[in-house]
Every structure is written in C-alpha cells, then in structure tokens.
C-alpha cells in the first residue's frame, strides 16, 4: 500500500471516530427536555411572551442556551447572533449573567441582536438540566430533534438547522 493510500486511510479513521467520540459525547450532555415545555409561556427581555411550540411551527428552531461569563460562548455567540440577524429561526437563554438591564447592555456592547430570554436565576436552565454552555438545541414543530454542547462552528449549526429541515 502506497504512503498516500496509509494516510488517506489514517485520516478517515480518524475522522470516523472524532465523529463518534462527538456523537457520545452529545449524547451524554443532553439536556433533559421538561414535561410541556413546548408550551411553557416565556418572556424574552424586550417583554414579549413566547412558546417554543409556536416558533418551531414553521420551521426548525435554534435554542441556545449560554452566559455571558462562558468563555466557549465568546466564540459562538457572534455565529447564533449573525444567524438571528440574517434571519434564521434563534432564540437565546441566557444563564446567570445578570438582571435584563445589564444583559440588554451586554447585548448592546457586543451589537448582538436575538431574541433572548434572561433566565437570571438559572431555573429554566435547572428544568432543562443544562450542565454546559454553551449548549445548543434544535426544535421541530415543538419536538426536540438534536442538541449539542461546547464549541460549534456556524457551518455546523446550520448544518443541522437544514437537517431538521429536511426531516
């Protein structure tokens, strides 16, 4: 066998199984989805009342769930709020970063603009039993349908955006 042919081979193992080490790993960190959460009315920081049900009726939507003191979510908060300013379906939770005035000045500095629910207490993040941020999660028609933690580049949450599209 040719060293080009070794190589090749070398790679698509370990590619295969850095895809099954994510996929394990997503698997283990998944969040608990709540009874009823579909339809738990919630209050994002601009004051308008929400479902998740009613914003995944018509497309998939991105839930993502993060804090303004994670350091991961430095890097993928600019992707979810580009996502959200081009028009994806994204809603954001953010965990224990302060009152709605000082998250609404976190967004301003950082010119993000998603629609955000301030879970200031952590509750709502608690009901999900989210233990990471950042952590991702894809809704169908009020169905959970993928979800994921840690680091994601933007070509892999739209990536699965369009897959829970396809269904």
């Known amino acids: 066998m040719s060293r080009l042919k070794r190589w090749g081979r070398d790679l698509l193992v370990l590619a295969l199984l850095m895809l099954v080490m994510i996929w394990v ?4 960190r998944a969040p608990q989805v709540p ?6 009315p919630m ?12 914003l995944s009726q018509e497309r998939p939507l991105l839930v993502y769930f993060w804090a303004s003191w994670c350091n991961i979510c430095r890097f993928t908060t600019p992707a979810v709020a580009a996502m959200a300013e081009d028009g994806s379906n994204v809603i954001g939770i953010v965990l224990r970063s302060g009152e709605d005035a000082k998250v609404e000045r976190y967004l301003q500095a950082k010119e993000y603009r998603m629609p955000l629910i301030n879970d200031q207490d952590g509750r709502l993040s608690a009901s999900w039993q989210v233990s990471v941020t950042p ?13 994921t933690s840690g680091f994601t580049s933007s070509w892999g949450i739209k990536l699965r955006l369009w897959w829970a599209g396809w269904r």
């Not at 790993?25 to 283990?28: A, C, G, L």
């Not at 009874?35 to 738990?40: K, R, Y």
């Not at 952590?135 to 993928?146: A, E, F, H, Q």
């Open 25 to 28: 790993m997503d698997s283990w």
């Open 35 to 40: 009874l009823a959460f579909a339809d738990q």
């Open 43 to 54: 209050h994002t920081v601009d004051g308008r009342e929400v479902t998740l049900s009613t």
């Open 135 to 147: 952590t991702l999660v894809i809704i169908d028609k009020g169905r959970v349908v993928s979800s």
